[in-house]
Nanobody
Framework: QVHVVESGGGLAQAGGSLQLSCAASGTGFRVDAMEWYRQTPGKQRELVATRTAGGSTNYADSVKGRFTISRFNAENTVYLQMDSLKPEDTAVYYC??????WGGGDEYWGQGTQVTVSS
């Protein structure tokens, strides 16, 4: 079992910055990818950024050039640096972890952290 915890959400003004963190903990697993999704009421969860264990990244067009997802560190923690924030970035942000363990793999979600950007 992998436990995923996000932190760092809050309130920012348009043009400002916030940094989110996501930590995956447990035993006997290997992280294959860590991703950030976001969701607003009445809409589907949207993929924001991906970082694979191999180092590759992928970003939603809406955040390219503004958001940066870090590499994993030794503690399986990844950061999402969000710059030049816009009111439309307001959402609950979720960390999604793809992990492998002996005999299989699974996906895990954090509880979400609220990001609110005021105009």
């Amino acid at each position: 079992q992998v436990h995923v915890v996000e932190s760092g959400g809050g309130l920012a003004q348009a043009g400002g910055s916030l940094q989110l963190s996501c930590a995956a903990s447990g035993t006997g697993f290997r992280v294959d990818a860590m991703e950030w999704y976001r969701q607003t009421p009445g809409k589907q969860r949207e993929l924001v950024a991906t970082r694979t264990a191999g180092g590759s990244t992928n970003y939603a067009d809406s955040v390219k050039g503004r958001f940066t997802i870090s590499r994993f560190n030794a503690e399986n923690t990844v950061y999402l640096q969000m710059d030049s924030l816009k009111p439309e970035d307001t959402a609950v942000y979720y960390c999604h972890v793809l992990a492998s363990y002996w005999g299989g793999g699974d996906e895990y979600w954090g509880q979400g952290t609220q990001v609110t950007v005021s105009s």
